[in-house]
Every structure is written in structure tokens, then in C-alpha cells.
């Protein structure tokens, strides 16, 4: 079962798509209207800035992308270097 953030995030979401219906869209103006805090994060969430922002997160210029693996490939190095040498100090 959803909490009622998930459920207000599902019908937030589903507006988006234009995908309520007639009692979501109900519920979901409803909660809007029960407090300010409520309409200005509906709000937020359907701006263009914010759109972009969020999906910013999962979309990577080839750029980011491989800076992404730089720090992987070098921590993957740091990680290798301590095995080595915790090993070679157990085993003395």
C-alpha cells in the first residue's frame, strides 16, 4: 500500500501525463487546496526548470558520462592498492 506522499506523487505524476480521471483529479485538487505549501509544490514540480533538473540527474553528456568511469576506474585502483597491501602485511 502507498503512503499518502507516494499516492500524491502518483497523481502528480499521472496529471502530467494527462492520465486522471475524474475522481483523481478531484483528490488531487483537493490536496492542492488544503494548504498553500501543498500548491506551490505542485507547482514547482510541473515548471520546466524543475523538469529539467530532474531529469539532469539520469541523462549524462558523453562527457559526464566518462568522468563517471574515470572515478570508478580509479577508485577500483585505491581499492586494488589497500587489498595488496593488507595482504602482503597478513601474510608477514
Not at 494548504?35 to 505542485?42: A, D, G, M, V, Y
Request: with cysteine; net charge positive.
Amino acid at each position: 500500500m502507498l503512503s499518502k506522499e507516494e499516492h500524491i506523487a502518483r497523481l502528480i505524476f499521472l496529471h502530467m501525463q494527462e492520465m486522471t480521471d475524474d475522481t483523481q483529479e478531484k483528490e488531487l485538487n483537493e490536496w492542492r487546496s488544503a494548504s498553500p505549501r501543498h500548491e506551490e509544490l505542485f507547482q514547482r514540480m510541473l515548471s520546466h526548470e524543475y523538469m529539467e533538473k530532474s531529469i539532469s540527474r539520469f541523462v549524462k553528456t558523453k562527457e559526464e558520462e566518462e568522468k563517471g568511469w574515470q572515478k570508478l576506474r580509479l577508485k577500483n585502483r585505491q581499492l586494488k592498492r589497500k587489498s595488496r597491501c593488507l595482504t602482503s602485511t597478513l601474510r608477514k
